[in-house]
């Protein structure tokens, strides 16, 4: 059997995993690379942290290059620009490179275009990539010199609400941190149909909860609603239409294909690649809605453990464990995670 080509786009999460996992799966036999833009691995969830000088960008990444030639995969700096699915080749800005099996894990992309005012040169921050969460910092040092309202908001069609509503708790508590909690009015602007939605149809006593936590912590919530547009210190509000979810809900609200499940359809991607090569049957098989949901939502100094067997609804179970072991957690799964994916460790939970 001729040695087989797998190449993977991207190198974060999901890539990063599957080139390992799939070398791993084969002992090393089959030629793995990976084409990504980005040349370092980005833990993403703790950007949540960065623009209140909590991690710098060093603390949060690492070179992708070392992890993967220790791992015997080929790593390419460059960034996929076309696919020809039937020649099996994909151009990019580093050349053309076929494959016989390929894996797409190129990840998220904001969509500015959902809100005019948002995005580069607009009126508000992202902290969704590492160049967005620096400029939140800078933000977020100019709001200190002269404080003033904050809204902090979850677009129309968004999917990952955790991070936002972290990122909200987060910024209650560097308020009150800062000394400024009481003149700051705080404000949060959902497209969910009711608090603790999460994109994933709420879970037991989750609306209850976060109602509890925003009312302790004099959050204003505005739910349930599209933004119109952003002005200079203006968010105007109005309503979407709804697009296609497992559910409806009066403003569209996405799914969110966060690290975990990331990481799963990653392995199944490279079980399916090796039992192919292997000459089996692709059999490996796990729909969306059944990856359990596993999430420590982060409030500071506090926070929320999500645990459910299935992602989406019908579910057996569903918890949400508040308190602060859940930011411990967070703190200790940061350094777990980014030592687990360095050192190639893809089977490790
Ligand atoms: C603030 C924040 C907090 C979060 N918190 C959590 C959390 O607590 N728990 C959780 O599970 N998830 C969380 N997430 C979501 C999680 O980060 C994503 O689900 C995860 O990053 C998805 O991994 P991925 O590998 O699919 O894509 P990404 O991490 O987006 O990686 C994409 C990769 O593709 C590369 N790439 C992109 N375009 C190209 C191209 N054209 N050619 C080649 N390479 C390309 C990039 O350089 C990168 O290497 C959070 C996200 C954010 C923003």
Redesign the pocket.
Same mark, same amino acid.
């Given at each position: 059997m001729s040695r087989k080509k797998v190449l993977v786009? #991207? /190198?974060?999460? &999901? #890539?990063l995993t599957a080139a390992l996992a799939v070398r791993h799966e084969l002992h090393g036999d089959v030629d793995v690379r990976v084409?990504? $833009?980005?040349e370092e691995f +980005?833990f993403?969830?703790s +950007? *949540?942290w960065l623009p209140f000088g909590k991690r710098r960008p060093a603390d949060i990444t690492f070179p992708l290059a070392p992890t993967f030639e220790s791992h015997g995969v080929d790593f390419v700096h $460059?960034? &996929?620009t076309a696919l020809d699915l039937d020649g099996r080749k994909v151009t990019?800005t580093g050349g053309v490179y076929d494959y016989d099996y390929l894996v797409i &894990? @190129? /990840? =998220?992309r904001n969509n500015f275009d959902v809100v005019p005012g948002l995005g580069p040169g607009g009126n508000a921050y992202t *902290? @969704?990539t590492l160049e967005d969460a620096i400029k939140a910092g800078e933000g977020w040092r100019r709001f200190l010199r002269a404080p003033g309202d904050i809204v902090v908001g979850a677009t129309q069609g968004a999917g990952?609400f /955790? &991070?936002a509503y972290? =990122?909200l708790f987060n910024l209650s508590h560097q308020l009150r941190k800062a000394g400024l909690k009481r003149q700051v009015k705080l404000t949060w602007v959902s497209s969910e149909p009711f608090l603790g939605h999460f994109g994933i149809g709420g879970l037991p006593h989750g609306e209850a909860l976060l109602s509890m936590f925003l009312k302790k912590e004099h959050i204003t919530p505005v739910m349930s609603t599209a933004m119109d547009h952003v002005d200079e210190g203006r968010l105007v509000l109005g309503i979407a239409v709804a697009v296609d979810v497992p559910w409806q809900t009066p403003t569209p609200v996405g799914i969110p294909? @966060? #690290?975990?499940p $990331?990481e799963r359809m990653a392995h199944v991607a490279a079980r399916n690649i090796a039992a192919q090569i292997k000459g089996e049957p692709p059999a490996s098989r796990k729909p969306f809605g059944d990856i359990p949901a596993v999430?420590?939502m982060d409030a500071g100094n506090n926070g929320v453990i999500i645990l459910a067997d299935k992602m989406l609804p019908p579910r057996k179970h569903g918890l949400l464990i508040p308190g602060p072991q859940a930011h411990a957690m967070k703190l200790g799964f940061e350094k777990y995670f980014l030592w687990k994916t360095r050192h190639g460790y893809v089977g490790l939970p």
């Open positions: 786009l #991207g /190198g974060n999460f &999901a #890539g084409v990504a $833009a980005s +980005l993403n969830p +950007l *949540i $460059a960034e &996929a990019t &894990a @190129t /990840g =998220y *902290i @969704t990952c /955790g &991070a972290e =990122y294909k @966060t #690290g975990f $990331a999430c420590v």
